[in-house]
């Protein structure tokens, strides 16, 4: 789906490279005006653009209206854009990349493989939903963004890297720093501030900030007040 990625068309032409194999599936009469009606511009998280390639084909298959399929297709962009960013960028890539990093410190260079066969696995397993459900459920796909799978997806893989986070910065803490009241405090005050978002469901990302920016903030603190 990024193939070819332009600031005109943004993902039109890998859109069009996607959904080649429909030309001949379907028989369409004219793949150069095909083509043409598919160069729209297109812009959507690619590892959940499926459900949009699975819509279309499905309308495709039924013989609808350009002007229907077109309108279906510009209105999964905000959806599989914000849906998609806040899934892979801010929760299920920063908790595997976590798991991978503490991985690397018991099993050496397999942790970086780890990283790469989970997320892979992951990101495959979503393509390969969006295009199943783009295809059973054609224009009614919209459905499929308002029921739970997102949101427990999501709170898991946020919780989880959270969990990782906290552990992977205490062993690190526990091997590189001597333990004294003003290391205590800053430790309680983050673990105190990790909770809440686990308990507010923020993402991993969002939380290891507040952590972070709340820590220099307490150290500058005790040091100059």
């Known amino acids: 789906m990024q193939t070819g990625f332009c600031y005109e068309r943004l993902q039109a032409l890998g859109w069009c490279w996607v ?3 429909l030309v001949k599936r379907f028989q369409i009469p004219n793949p150069a005006e095909f083509y043409q009606k598919n160069l729209q511009p297109f812009n959507a998280n690619p590892y959940i653009s499926t459900y949009a390639v699975g819509a279309v084909a499905r ?5 609808k209206e350009p002007e229907e399929i077109q309108r279906v297709k510009n209105s999964l962009r ?9 899934l892979i960028w801010k929760n299920v890539r920063p908790a595997l990349l ?4 503490i991985a690397s410190g018991w099993i050496s260079f397999w942790g970086p493989i780890l990283f790469l066969v989970s997320f892979n696995a992951f990101q495959l397993y979503l393509r390969g939903r969006g295009l199943r459900k783009g295809f059973q459920l054609g224009e009614q796909i919209f459905v499929e963004f308002s029921g739970s799978f997102w949101r ?8 989880l890297g959270a969990l990782l986070l906290g552990f992977w910065l205490i062993q690190k803490g526990a091997e590189y720093v001597s333990w004294n009241s003003e290391i205590a405090f800053i430790f309680l005050a983050a673990l105190i501030l990790g909770l809440v978002g686990f308990y507010k469901r923020i993402s991993a990302f969002d939380t290891f900030l507040l952590c972070l920016g709340s820590g220099v903030v307490i ?3 005790l040091t100059f007040i």
């Not at 427990?152 to 946020?158: L, N």
């Open 19 to 21: 959904i080649a194999p």
């Open 59 to 63: 309308l495709e298959e039924e013989k």
């Open 78 to 86: 905000g959806p599989l854009g914000s849906l998609g960013d806040n």
């Open 98 to 101: 976590v798991l991978g990093i």
């Open 152 to 159: 427990k997806v999501t709170y898991f893989f946020g919780a």
């Open 219 to 221: 150290k500058f603190l």
